[in-house]
């Protein structure tokens, strides 16, 4: 059985109530309370081309504190100095006391103590304050990456912890073992006691490379569980390497974890992390035959909230949701058989084991048209979590009306890749003046393209060239390279999709540009394809030119 936090499955309320505690007392039983830190804001943040800025950082804790997530990782401090700022923003977020059911906070550090004060410094102003500090534990990782003996690294598991401990600024300390399920078992309860008895209270156990499997997880977290004494929750964080993320997380909980590391959407790292609408909506459907002898799980994750979560983090990170994601993918409650389709039509149950509007799914609808002001525009921006300053809805509301003049209809699904559109393309140096193409199956494409280079506050100097390709979209990109002098940008990934239905349906193009070793992303949206990839395209180069 799976009930959702504060509420019984008669919907009375339990009051009161410590988040802290895991095992609780309700109707019904004793049920194990397992907690969800989303750490789509920093390993999410760590997927190729993904990068978030502050307001979208607070966009997106906003929506994660709705949906009642416990613990939101917020970033790695000490990484840069403007993760640092958002990591603050969010943290002083929560000292307003501005997040829904008031999660904590955490920071990312390695076992260096500059990283241990970045972290400090920029999560002081939280409510409740989290540090989450990892050191690698296996062999490969301390040989090849960190150079130093087994010893050494319980030294500075012991050292910084403690100074982390004794810095009075953090509520709770999570330790992480990175690369666990590699490491020599025995070494790891090692690690694990020495983290332990200098202060941390909450064990990770991640499988960074995503190589475990259900049965030797599960054995791995017993170890742990039996072997290390003193106070301590156990955490999992998994990686989708070889697609069990999902799968290990559920064996750790019967192992005795009472945290799930995961991000919306599955974000992250190389194949992301758990994803955690598959681990909620899991629980939800199959809480009955996780814990042995059927004990009853809860949690505090509203799974109304999971399909207009997964949209947002879609649509601000751009990274698309695959049609058959599980849960959260567009067919994931399709039928498209004949046979399936008669059976659902005879009874849902046949063939769906979940009910679409348990995950929030609504049918996509029509919210705005041309003749829509401003302030409608702000309201539903607002009420699908954008928080955009003045300038924001001025620039997105006037994209808003010259797509309203050409499509009839405006959806959600529209609104949110305007905005999305609008956050990508913040700041850059070439914006599109013009574009004319020449194309047909029987000549080679041709693009004459004219760009707005802005450079400081100058009024910006328009700048045209040609340039031919195969097909429009080739030759609009060619164009562009030209003028930019982007010849060393690859392009590694290009595609297009119709947000909604009809021949007028708004078109989202996403690319993806590879200079170097960096990954730059990109998106564009019109009713006009080619305008679309070209807005994607200059996009990408903004990006890539902002870090040159
Ligand atoms: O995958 C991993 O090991 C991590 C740690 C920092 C917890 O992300
Ligand atoms: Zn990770």
Same mark, same amino acid.
């Given at each position: ?388 300053? *003045?300038? @924001?809805? /001025? &620039? ?6 010259? =797509?309203?003049?050409?499509? !009839? $209809?405006? %959806? ?87 947000? *909604?239905? @009809?021949? /007028? &349906? ?6 993806? =540009?590879?200079?170097?070793? !960096? $990954?730059? %992303? ?27």
């Amino acid at each position: 059985m799976f009930v959702r936090l504060f509420c019984t499955a008669d919907g009375r309320k339990i009051a009161p109530y410590s988040k802290t505690e895991n095992k609780i007392d309700v109707t019904g039983g004793i049920m194990t309370y397992i907690k969800f830190c989303d750490t789509t804001l920093r390993d999410g943040e760590q997927t190729p081309g993904v990068h978030f800025g502050t307001a979208q950082k607070l966009d997106i804790t906003k929506r994660l504190s709705k949906m009642g997530v416990d613990i939101i990782e917020a970033g790695f401090p000490a990484s840069s100095v403007g993760d640092a700022a958002a990591v603050r923003a969010v943290a002083e977020a929560s000292g307003r006391g501005e997040l829904h059911g008031d999660p904590v906070i955490s920071a990312l550090s390695r076992m260096i103590r500059s990283d241990i004060d970045a972290a400090s410094e920029a999560i002081s102003p939280a409510n409740r304050r989290r540090l989450h500090i990892f050191i690698a534990t296996s062999d490969i990782h301390l040989e090849n990456k960190l150079k130093i003996t087994r010893e050494e690294a319980l030294a500075r598991i012991k050292e910084n912890v403690s100074y982390a401990k004794g810095l009075g600024v953090f509520d709770e300390i999570e330790f992480s073992a990175e690369d666990a399920t590699r490491t020599d078992p025995d070494f790891l309860i090692e690690a694990v006691r020495a983290a332990v008895s200098s202060g941390a209270g909450i064990v990770n156990i991640p499988d960074t490379v995503g190589y475990t499997t259900p049965d030797e997880f599960s054995r791995i977290v017993k170890s742990v569980r039996e072997n290390v004494a003193g106070e301590f929750e156990i955490s999992v964080h998994c990686h989708n390497d070889l697609g069990l993320a999902a799968a290990n997380s559920l064996a750790a909980i019967e192992a005795g974890a009472v945290q799930i590391e995961c991000t919306v959407n599955g974000l992250g790292e190389r194949a992301g992390n758990a994803a955690m609408e598959e681990i909620v909506m899991a629980l939800s459907v199959r809480g009955d035959v996780i814990l042995s002898g059927g004990d009853k799980i809860l949690c505090g994750i509203n799974t109304r909230e999971i399909a207009e979560t997964s949209r947002m983090v879609s649509s601000i990170s751009g990274v698309a949701v695959s049609p058959n994601k599980a849960i959260v993918g567009a067919n994931a409650f399709s039928h498209a058989s004949g046979i399936h389709q008669h059976g659902v039509m005879a009874s849902r149950s046949t063939y769906e084991i979940m009910d679409p509007g348990v995950i929030g799914l609504s049918s996509n609808s029509i919210v705005l048209g041309k003749l829509s002001g401003r302030h409608a525009f702000a309201d539903r921006a607002a009420s699908l979590g954008y928080s955009l300053d *003045t300038a @924001g809805i /001025d &620039a997105a509301f006037a994209r808003f009306k010259e =797509i309203a003049d050409k499509k !009839s $209809v405006i %959806t959600n699904d529209d609104v949110r890749a305007i905005i999305g559109e609008y956050l990508d393309g913040l700041s850059g140096m070439y914006y599109l003046n013009t574009f004319q193409i020449q194309s047909g199956n029987h000549i080679k494409a041709m693009a004459l393209v004219s760009l707005k280079i802005q450079n400081g506050d100058s009024e910006g100097e328009i700048v045209t060239e040609a340039a031919p390709g195969e097909g429009p979209i080739d030759a609009s990109f060619n164009a562009i390279n030209r003028i930019a002098g982007a010849d060393e940008a690859e392009l590694i990934s290009y595609n297009i999709t119709a947000i *909604t239905e @009809g021949t /007028d &349906a708004l078109g989202e193009a996403k690319v993806k =540009i590879k200079v170097g070793e !960096s $990954v730059f %992303t990109g998106r564009g949206v019109s009713t006009d394809v080619i305008k679309a990839s070209i807005k994607a395209y200059l996009s990408a180069i903004n990006k890539w030119k902002n870090v040159k």
